[in-house]
């Protein structure tokens, strides 16, 4: 994976490896644009990403 070609992390709260793993998941069609939602609703996600139970909480945006 040629990691260079990839947009920055724009987010001091993702882990390099977690930004990856996000920027793999844009290549899967059923997660078109995920890189801008966690561009543009940083927030958003910030609060879905630090909850204690994440995988029990919706996706921000229209992602839930």
Not at 35 to 58: R, T, V
């Amino acid at each position: 994976m040629d990691r260079k070609t990839q947009p920055m992390n724009p987010n001091d709260w993702i882990e390099p490896s977690n930004w990856n793993a996000i920027c793999d998941l844009e290549k899967l069609p059923n997660f078109p644009n995920i890189i801008g939602a966690f561009i543009h609703n940083a927030k958003e996600w910030k609060k879905w990403y630090m909850s204690a139970n994440p995988e029990k909480e919706p996706l921000p945006g229209e992602w839930n």
